[in-house]
């Protein structure tokens, strides 16, 4: 998970960097997402990962682009920042996970 966790914290910086949205939402899926493999994910975020990048890729390109450029493209703002809150909201979800493999366990003892 901790690769994973990286790249959608990398993708997340992307996200909240200066420019317009949909440019750094396109950066930040294709540099940062788009390789994923879906079992190098959680469950928790499996199928929303899937159902995020079937959405992302939904656009036959023009010559010169890619297909999340295309679709990006064809976005609004606003349907574009949507997309970047699913990504984050994804980060949150990882983040959640690892903090609880790290908490150390509690076990019940004896008063003694």
Known sequence: ????????????????SAGPIKHRLVEAFREHLADLEEDEL???????????????????????ENAIQATVRKMSDSE????????????GVLARLQAAQRAPKLRAVGED
């Open 1 to 16: 998970m901790s690769s994973a966790w990286e790249n959608f914290f990398a993708a997340t910086v992307v996200l909240a």
């Open 42 to 64: 959680p469950r928790e975020i499996r199928d929303e990962f899937t159902s995020l990048s079937s959405a992302m890729c939904s656009v036959r390109p023009m010559k010169g």
């Open 80 to 91: 574009a920042g949507g997309f970047a809150v699913r990504i984050v909201g994804m980060l």
